[in-house]
């Protein structure tokens, strides 16, 4: 399934969707293989989530938008099967807002108040998974992600309605190391 290449270097493009890395959802890779056992990629991508919570007894829903640039360095296991090991680091800003549930904004409510903000964050991720990768003959490419783990690092944030009650709440969502894989494709071409 997988070619030999050689000393041949050979490039291709990927379009990956689902939990590819941490924080994306959709993606675009660039890769390059030029060794039979391990190869590189540069990722661009994009993802929105959802985090759900508790703090002073209310829901909190944390809404994150992301988009990331990422490196990462594809080894296989054997030469012999498709399964690789994969770990790298990339760049991350986010944007989102973090809202109470169950107040209403007509309702006077100074701690549900204290929780609301909106927030845009820059910062780096760590992360490392095992997955899939078949290259075939006619230049097809298809990765699949089975686990992964990520760890974010937030360098700097501003908040719209700076609170105390808020910021940790962001902080410590966006650099809770987080899981991934699972439900993605990744579909490809090498030329």
Do not use: C
Request: negative net charge.
């Amino acid at each position: 399934m997988r070619q030999s290449f050689g000393d041949e270097e050979r490039m291709g493009l990927a379009l990956g969707l689902g939990a590819t890395r941490p924080w994306l959802f959709s993606s675009l890779s660039r890769y390059w293989v030029n060794h039979a056992e391990y190869f590189w990629e540069l990722t661009v991508g994009l993802g929105k989530h959802r985090i759900s919570g508790q703090k002073d007894h209310r829901h909190l829903e944390m809404v994150v938008d992301s988009r990331a640039i990422d490196v990462g360095y594809y080894r296989f296991f054997s030469l012999d099967l498709p399964i690789t090991y994969n770990l790298g680091f990339g760049l991350a800003s986010w944007k989102g807002e973090v809202n109470p549930s169950g107040v209403t904004l007509d309702e006077q409510d100074p701690a549900g108040d204290a929780l609301r903000s909106g927030y845009a964050a820059s910062g780096i991720y760590l992360f490392l998974g095992i997955g899939l990768n078949f290259f075939w003959e006619n230049g097809f490419y298809l990765q699949y992600t089975v686990v992964g783990l990520g760890k974010s690092k937030v360098f700097e944030h501003s908040l719209t309605q700076k609170t105390s009650s808020a910021e940790p709440i962001i902080l410590k969502n966006l650099e809770t190391g987080q899981s991934y894989g699972f439900t993605n494709v990744k579909l490809g071409w090498m030329f």
